[in-house]
């Protein structure tokens, strides 16, 4: 198991870690068209970390405007709020014969 390593210099927080698995196209587009918004994780493998992390810190706006959005992302669909919505009707539909 990995654990997170952080930086915090001129360009703000950063943190990098290892994850088992990666969120790919297809479900962020499920996202996209179910819940309206974008998943704001960043993703490289080892072919093309260097890049990304370069974009990262050449475009710092866009960065920064990503890591913003991943705590009201969670609070939004990982909360339980949104399953509970989501399950409520199937939870409490009553069957008639």
């Known amino acids: 198991m990995s654990r997170p390593v952080s930086s915090r210099d001129d360009v703000g927080p950063y943190c990098l870690e290892h994850l088992r698995g ?12 179910l819940a309206g918004r974008e998943v704001p994780i960043v993703e490289a493998d080892p072919d093309t970390l260097g890049d990304v992390v370069g974009g990262l810190i050449a475009d710092r706006d866009a960065a920064a405007e990503r890591a913003a959005a991943g ?19 199937w939870l409490t539909k009553k069957e008639t014969l």
């Open 22 to 33: 990666y969120v790919g196209d297809a479900v962020r587009h499920r996202v996209r068209s």
């Open 71 to 89: 705590p009201e992302f969670v609070a939004e669909l990982h909360d339980g709020r949104r399953s509970a919505e989501v399950l409520s009707s």
